[in-house]
């Protein structure tokens, strides 16, 4: 199974940056997770493949993930970018009952 994030990168805060990872599965839940230098890795949102979503509170109001079924892609729209918002962002997806598989992450860094 490969799980291929991209669009990470360096921006100032207050900008949008958008996240972007496709699966070789056809993957009921996925999702984003983070984790920042020195913290457990955290939700950021989830979504099932008939488009119930999940998000983590702080995130809230922020962030907006969406998918594309025909694709096995999962997007994460992130506005208003803080600080704290820096960290490595890991992809998962899983089938309905099987394991879960994540990507290699992509960094994302906010300069305040």
């Known amino acids: 199974v490969q799980v291929v994030e991209s669009g990470g990168g360096l921006v100032q805060a207050g900008v949008s940056l958008r996240l972007s990872c496709t699966a070789s599965i056809r993957a009921f839940n996925m999702g984003w997770y983070r984790q920042a230098p020195g913290k457990q890795r955290e939700l950021v949102a989830t979504i099932t493949r008939g488009g119930d979503t999940n998000y983590g509170d702080s995130v809230k109001g922020r962030f907006t993930i969406s998918r594309d079924n025909d694709k096995n892609t999962v997007i994460l729209q992130m506005n208003s970018l803080r600080p704290v918002d820096t960290a490595v962002y890991y992809c998962?997806?899983?089938?309905?009952?099987?394991?879960?598989?994540w990507g290699q992450g992509t960094q994302v860094t906010v300069s305040s």
């Open positions: 998962s997806v899983s089938t309905e009952f099987g394991p879960v598989y």
